[in-house]
Each structure stands twice: as C-alpha cells, then as structure tokens.
C-alpha cells in the first residue's frame, strides 16, 4: 500500500496541511503544501526516526531521477521550508 494514498492526500487537505488544484497547462493534479503543512514538517523533522523516514521516502520516490535532478529537489524543499519560516515570522510580529 502506497503512502500517499489519495485518503490520507484528502485528509491532508481537509486539515489545511495541503491545497490540491487542477494545472490544465501540465493536464495534472498540482498539490502544494500550505504554510500550516511546511511548520508541521518543521516540527516532525526534529524527531531522528522521522528524519529517516522521510530520507527514506524522498530516496523512493526520486529513484530514477538524475543526481542533478535529486540536488534540485533538496533545494525546493529548502527553499519551500525557508519560505514558510519567513511567512511564520512575519506573521508573529503583526
């Protein structure tokens, strides 16, 4: 059984972690982590056993993909995470 399956996307969704929208220009289903979803991973990447399971799960799901491509990926995430970290704070000092 996969771990993205489209139940635990939906609940994702329903709880604010997630937005899903129709991209007609790629003809795909575009999912986006929302800000409550980025400090959620914040928060769950500072437990050890998590951290591997999301190496994990990055590592499956970037099989096929160039060395290029996997450092590409890494960098989104980061800038995603940052992202949301500038959001949070300015969001604190209103």
Do not use: W
């Amino acid at each position: 059984m996969p771990i993205e399956s489209e139940q635990d996307i939906g609940i994702l969704c329903r709880n604010g972690f997630m937005t899903e929208k129709y991209d007609e220009q790629f003809d795909d289903l575009i999912r986006t982590l929302t800000n409550k979803g980025m400090n959620e991973i914040k928060e769950i990447l500072r437990v050890p056993e998590y951290r591997k399971i999301f190496a994990q799960i990055f590592k499956n799901e970037t099989i096929g993909m160039t060395d290029e491509d996997k450092v590409g990926v890494v960098r989104e995430i980061q800038k995603m995470l940052n992202e949301s970290k500038g959001t949070t704070e300015r969001g604190n000092k209103q």
